[in-house]
C-alpha cells in the first residue's frame, strides 16, 4: 500500500464555535496550503486566484467583486486550490502496488490525499489492477465501445460543475452528436428544484440578483436552508458590507451556523482582533422540511396585515406584472395557525416578529441552497418564496429578488450551455443549425433515472467529465452496483476518487489539467470561462506548470473523443486547437452570448440577460410571473425517530474531504457523527458520545449506516444532521422531489440502533 498513513475516524466533541474566519482561517488557510504546494506554489496561486489575470476559484460560485484583495480567496478556496495543486502524484506505481479490492477498503480522504493521477489508466475485463494506455487507444477505445452500443441513449455523460464553459458545450455536443440526450448532471442533484420552481414562476431558472444587490441595495436579506461560512465564505464579506450599511439579515436554517453569528473578517483589523460583524439579526430554527409551512404562514401574516392597514402588498407591481393572486390569497386566508406552527416548529409569535422586518423593508433579497432544494416538497417551497416576493414586488429593482447560491464553480454555466437532458428545442434547433446535424429530441435521463437506467441493465457506457458520482449520489450501495453493472466506464479526472474503483467490465481513468494550469494548444496558450451564481461570465486562466506532461485538458480529451469516433465532421480537431473557436460557436447558439471573445476579455466579464431583473419581463405561460398555491405539508415522522438531513463539514467542499476536523462544529478527529437535540437524546434513552448505528425508513424498506457517535446540538426537537457523503447510503434512491427528482438528501426518517446489531 501506499505509504501515506491511514487516519482512523475517531471523532472527539468540543465546543462549537460561535463566529467564523478571523485569524484561525488564515492559520488553517496556510497550514494546508503550505503542507500540499510548498511556499513557491503557495505564493504562486493563491496571489492570482480570483484576479482578472488568473484563474477562477475550483471550488464554490460565490462572484468576485469589482475591487479586489490581493489575497481574493477564503480558507475552503485556499483548501481547493491546494487540493488541486498538491506537489503529490498518483502514477503507473502506485496502481501497480495497490489493486482494486486494496483501494475499495480506504476511505474517500486517503484516496484522494494520495496526489494527482499523472496518465491514462485502463483496466481490463478481470483484471485486478489498473495498467497504463496511451491516450491514443484510450480514445480508439471509447470510440470503439460506443459504436457497439445498439442504441446511442446506451450511453449517458455526466457531468460536474467543474468544467468549464468551452469543456461543457464540446461535451454536450459529443452526446448529442452520438444521438443521445442522456446528459445528467450535478444540478441534478442540488438546484434543479430551484430552476424548476423559478422557470415556472418567473421565466428563467436562474437568480435575478447582483453581487451588488446583496452588498449595497437589499434593506433585507433573508438566508434559507444555507451555511455561508463553511459553504460560499466569500458571502460572509457582502453581508458584512451590507451590516455596515444598515441593512437586516435573517437566517433560517435548522442548526445554528457560526458564520451567520458573528464573521471575523481577515482582510480587516477588526476581524483580525477577533471582535469580527455580528450577521443575523435574527435566526429562526426552523424544524426541517418546515420551510414550506413558515413560508405559507408568512404569506398568509401579510395578506392579513394588508387587510388591516393596507398599503402592505405592492398593489401596482401585482397589477401589471403578476398573475393569480386571487387564488393564492383564498387558499392563504384558510390556513390554520396551529398547523403552521406545528409543521415549522415555530411560533406564530416568531413568524410574525420576522414579518415586521418584511415590512419595514423596501428591497428584500431571499438567498437559499441545498437545504431547501433537496426534499420532497422542494419546488412547491421554492414556489411559495416567489409568491413572497411578488407580494411586495420584491423582483426587478435594486436590492431585491430570489438568489439560489451554487455550490460548485460553474455548474450554472454548465446548464447555460447545454448540459441538461431536457434541453428545448430552440437550443437543439440551433445546434442543428451551426453544425449540420439532427440532434436528438427525446429528452433523456437525469442522475436518478441514470442510476435507475445502469442498474437495470440499460447502459452499456458510462461517461464522467469530473466529479465523483459514486459519492455525490443518494443510495451508495445501489449507485456503485448500478457503475459495475456497466461495460465501460470513464472517468476525466485530477484525482483518485470512490468512483474509480467501482468500474464496468473496463474502464478508463483519463487525466486532465486543473484550473490552476497552464493550458497550451498547438503552441498557443488558452484560456477558458465560467459563470457564477450571478449570471457573470468571466475568464480564468491557470497559470501552473501541468502536474505532468501526459496530462490533457478537458477540452482536448472530450474533442480527442469526437474526432476518434466521428473523425473532423464537425472540427473536433480546430476546437481543441484553439478555444476561440469553440466560443464562436457559443455565441450563434447560446442566447446571450453575442461578441463573446470580445465582452469577455473585458476585465471582470460580462452579465448576461435576465428578462425579471432587466425588464420585469417574464417569460411564464401566461406571460407574467405567477402567484401558486402550494399547500403546506411535511415529512411525518413516527414515534421514536427523527428526520436527518445531510451537511457539509467545515474541512471538505462537496464530496472532496480535505481532513477530518469541522472545528465551527466543535469536531475533531472524524466525520461519523450524529447531531442530535438533548431532549431527543433522553427520549431516545441514548447519551452524547454513545456510538449508534443509524437506519433509515422508507415505504417498508430500510437502509444502514453503521457506528455514528451521538454528539448533543441544537438541532430543532426531532431533528438530526450528518455528513454528506458517509450519509448518503441512507437516502432511498426513488425518494425525490416532487416535479425536480432531486434526492431527499435533506429530510431522511431514522431510527438509532445500538452499533453491531
Not at 215 to 235: K, S, Y
Not at 366 to 390: K, Y
Request: charged share 25%; proline share 6%.
Amino acid at each position: 500500500m501506499s505509504d501515506e498513513p491511514v487516519r482512523a475516524d475517531d471523532p472527539k466533541v468540543g465546543q462549537r464555535k460561535h463566529s467564523a474566519a478571523g485569524v484561525p482561517a488564515i492559520a488553517h488557510s496556510m497550514q494546508y496550503a503550505l503542507t500540499e504546494m510548498g511556499a513557491v506554489r503557495t505564493a504562486r496561486t493563491l496571489l492570482r486566484m480570483n484576479h482578472i489575470d488568473g484563474f477562477d476559484c475550483p471550488s464554490c460560485a460565490w462572484p468576485d467583486p469589482d475591487r479586489r484583495h490581493a489575497a481574493e480567496f477564503c480558507e475552503n478556496g485556499a483548501k481547493a486550490v491546494a487540493w488541486e495543486a498538491t506537489r503529490k502524484r498518483v502514477g503507473p506505481a502506485f496502481f501497480a502496488e495497490n489493486s482494486i479490492e486494496e483501494l475499495r477498503e480506504q476511505p474517500d480522504h486517503w484516496l484522494e490525499h494520495n496526489g494527482r493521477l499523472t496518465e491514462p489508466m485502463y483496466l481490463a475485463p478481470d483484471a485486478t489492477h489498473y495498467a497504463p494506455i496511451s491516450w491514443d487507444e484510450a480514445f480508439a477505445l471509447v470510440a470503439d465501445r460506443l459504436r457497439a452500443m445498439p442504441d446511442p441513449n446506451r450511453a449517458v455523460f455526466y457531468t460536474s460543475g467543474r468544467a468549464s464553459n468551452e469543456a461543457a458545450f464540446v461535451y454536450q455536443l459529443l452526446a448529442r452528436r452520438l444521438g443521445t440526450n442522456n446528459l445528467p448532471d450535478c444540478s441534478n442533484m442540488c438546484h434543479e428544484s430551484s430552476g424548476a420552481a423559478l422557470t415556472e414562476t418567473i421565466g428563467v431558472g436562474k437568480g435575478t440578483v447582483t453581487m451588488s444587490d446583496i452588498a449595497d441595495e437589499a434593506e433585507l436579506i433573508v438566508v434559507v436552508g444555507q451555511n455561508p461560512g463553511t459553504n460560499h465564505p466569500r458571502m460572509l464579506t457582502s453581508l458584512e458590507q451590507a451590516k455596515k450599511r444598515g441593512a437586516r439579515i435573517v437566517a433560517i436554517n435548522p442548526l445554528p451556523e457560526a458564520g451567520l453569528i458573528r464573521f471575523r473578517n481577515p482582510q480587516t483589523p477588526r476581524g483580525l482582533a477577533g471582535v469580527g460583524t455580528p450577521i443575523a439579526d435574527r435566526y429562526l430554527p426552523v424544524r426541517i422540511n418546515g420551510d414550506l409551512a413558515l413560508f405559507n404562514g408568512v404569506n398568509r401574516a401579510l395578506i392579513e396585515r394588508h387587510d388591516r392597514d393596507g398599503n402592505v402588498l405592492d398593489e401596482d407591481f401585482v397589477e401589471r406584472y403578476t398573475d393569480g393572486l386571487a387564488t393564492a390569497i383564498t387558499h392563504w386566508r384558510g390556513l390554520d395557525w396551529a398547523e403552521i406552527e406545528r409543521q415549522s416548529g415555530l411560533t406564530r409569535a416568531q413568524i410574525e416578529e420576522f414579518v415586521d422586518d418584511v415590512v419595514a423593508a423596501r428591497s428584500i433579497t431571499v438567498c437559499w441552497a441545498m437545504g431547501l432544494t433537496q426534499h420532497r416538497n422542494s419546488v412547491p417551497t421554492i414556489r411559495e418564496i416567489v409568491d413572497f416576493l411578488l407580494l411586495r414586488g420584491n423582483i426587478g429593482r435594486p436590492g431585491a429578488g430570489p438568489a439560489p447560491i451554487r455550490g460548485h464553480s460553474n455548474v450554472q454555466g454548465d446548464r447555460t450551455m447545454g448540459i441538461w437532458e431536457q434541453m428545448p428545442d430552440t437550443f437543439l434547433d440551433a445546434i442543428r443549425d451551426e453544425f449540420g446535424f439532427e440532434p436528438p429530441r427525446e429528452h433523456g435521463v437525469d442522475t436518478v433515472k441514470a442510476i435507475r437506467a445502469m442498474r437495470d441493465g440499460e447502459v452499456d457506457v458510462f461517461v464522467g467529465l469530473g466529479g465523483n458520482f459514486a459519492a455525490a449520489t443518494p443510495d451508495t450501495a445501489v449507485t456503485t452496483a448500478a457503475l459495475e453493472n456497466c461495460k465501460l466506464t470513464v472517468h476525466v479526472a485530477t484525482k483518485l476518487n470512490r468512483s474509480h474503483l467501482h468500474h464496468g467490465r473496463e474502464a478508463l481513468l483519463l487525466p486532465c489539467l486543473g484550473r490552476t494550469e497552464r493550458d497550451v494548444q498547438a503552441g498557443v496558450e488558452q484560456f477558458v470561462t465560467v459563470e457564477d451564481s450571478m449570471s457573470v461570465v468571466h475568464s480564468s486562466r491557470g497559470r501552473l506548470a501541468p502536474g505532468s506532461p501526459q496530462l490533457r485538458s478537458e477540452i482536448a480529451i472530450v474533442c480527442g473523443i469526437g474526432e476518434a469516433l466521428f473523425g473532423e465532421d464537425v472540427g473536433w480537431r480546430t476546437m481543441r486547437e484553439d478555444y476561440r473557436v469553440i466560443r464562436k460557436h457559443i455565441e450563434h447558439v447560446v442566447p446571450g452570448f453575442h461578441s463573446f471573445e470580445e465582452r469577455v476579455k473585458h476585465p471582470g466579464g460580462f452579465i448576461l440577460p435576465s428578462g425579471p431583473r432587466d425588464s420585469r419581463t417574464f417569460d411564464t405561460a401566461v406571460g407574467k410571473a405567477r402567484f401558486t398555491v402550494n399547500p403546506p405539508d411535511t415529512v411525518e415522522v413516527p414515534d421514536g425517530h427523527l428526520l436527518l438531513t445531510t451537511v457539509r463539514s467545515h474541512d471538505q467542499f462537496n464530496t472532496t474531504v480535505y481532513g477530518l476536523d469541522d472545528r465551527y462544529r466543535g469536531i475533531k478527529g472524524g466525520r461519523r457523527v450524529l447531531f442530535v437535540n438533548r431532549r431527543d437524546l433522553d427520549a431516545l434513552h441514548v447519551h452524547h458520545g454513545d456510538v449508534v448505528d443509524v437506519v433509515s425508513t422508507w415505504q417498508g424498506e430500510e437502509r444502514r449506516a453503521k457506528a455514528f457517535r451521538l454528539v448533543e446540538y441544537d438541532t430543532p426537537v426531532g431533528c438530526a444532521a450528518a455528513y454528506f457523503p458517509e450519509a448518503n447510503v441512507l437516502v432511498p434512491l426513488d425518494s425525490t422531489a416532487e416535479v425536480s427528482n432531486t434526492p431527499t438528501s435533506k429530510s431522511v426518517v431514522i431510527r438509532l440502533e445500538p452499533a453491531g446489531i
